[in-house]
């Protein structure tokens, strides 16, 4: 009987320990990098995901979810950190499976990418966000998430056609992405689907015509003479997201308006044009 007792008050001990260790729950993975989470875009993030979902299909590879509760998917964290920075609206980080959105940035994501007011037009928020979900699902299906390609001179055969865009892994999530939303904007595709692919090419076309009717009217002055800082990369980061859009509404619309836009701006990245050259009229330089 006594034997019997200490054997209870041993076993208690040992059986709460085992129960400890073996609810213990993994660490977060925003927590690896000081990151915690945000609130303020939840709904919007929900929304989003719900679309890229529901254009990937549910054969896709590569899908996702909002929680770690969630049997199916990679995990989208929306995340809060002063080591973000302003244009890291959303990524992969290295060596991860998950997706991180920057709750603190996407307000900014959608001041540059989203009408403002007069001809720019609008780009719903679940919208936007699907678009750049979608991208991120490339990074994962490609094994490339958490990288950054320097910048790159493209050809227009480069970006056009065949997107064989092999010197820039954020062209080819963007490719990705493309093939998605192609796959799904195609007749005999259930209805949901369709219609969630049909918002996604109205709302690509819409960034890029937002991006470059501010180049052309914003920088008046400086898109006429072809200033490299419009077209070109801005460091060691991603392509510039002009040219970005204006290759995946090319790729949407295949149209003649919409290639000779990408040509347009390809062109801009590779210029030469001097002063003198502008509207025919002779520069003050060329006295000189």
Same mark, same amino acid.
């Given at each position: 009987m006594h034997s019997s007792r200490c054997a209870k008050r041993a076993f208690i001990p040992i059986s709460a320990a085992l129960l400890l260790f073996g609810c213990a729950r993994p660490r977060p993975v925003p927590e690896k990098y000081g990151l915690h989470i945000g609130t303020t875009h939840r709904a919007v993030l929900q929304r989003a995901i719900a679309i890229t979902n529901t254009i990937l299909g549910p054969s896709a590879v590569v899908t996702l979810r909002a929680t770690d509760r969630e049997r199916r998917g990679a995990t989208v964290y929306l995340v809060r950190g002063a080591q973000l920075g302003d244009t890291e609206y959303c990524f992969v980080p290295q060596g991860e499976s998950c997706v991180f959105v920057n709750d603190a940035a996407f307000d900014g994501a959608m001041h540059l990418f989203s009408g403002h007011a007069g001809s720019e037009l609008s780009v719903p928020p679940e919208q936007l %966000? $699907? /678009?750049?979900? %979608? *991208?991120?699902?490339? #990074? %994962? @299906?490609? *094994?490339?998430?958490?990288?950054?390609?320097?910048?790159?001179? /493209? &050809? /227009? +055969? +480069?970006?056009?056609?065949?997107?064989?865009? +092999?010197?820039? !892994?954020? %062209? !080819? &999530?963007? $490719? #990705? @992405? =493309? !093939? @998605? =939303?192609?796959?799904a904007f195609t007749p005999g595709q259930p209805m949901p689907r369709f219609l969630a692919a049909g918002d996604l090419v109205r709302a690509v076309a819409n960034i890029s015509w937002n991006l470059s009717s501010r180049r052309a009217i914003d920088d008046f002055a400086a898109n006429a003479l072809r200033d490299q800082r419009l077209f070109l990369d801005e460091g060691y980061t991603h392509p510039n997201f002009e040219l970005r859009f204006l290759i995946m509404n090319d790729q949407l619309q295949s149209t003649p308006e919409s290639r000779a836009l990408l040509a347009d701006f390809v062109a801009g990245r590779q210029s030469t044009a001097t002063p003198k050259s502008l509207l025919g009229i002779p520069s003050l330089m060329d006295a000189h």
């Open positions: %966000l $699907a /678009l750049m979900l %979608l *991208h991120e699902t490339g #990074h %994962l @299906a490609n *094994h490339d998430g958490g990288s950054y390609t320097p910048p790159s001179r /493209l &050809a /227009l +055969d +480069d970006v056009t056609a065949t997107m064989n865009v +092999d010197k820039s !892994r954020e %062209l !080819r &999530a963007d $490719a #990705h @992405a =493309i !093939r @998605a =939303i192609r796959e």
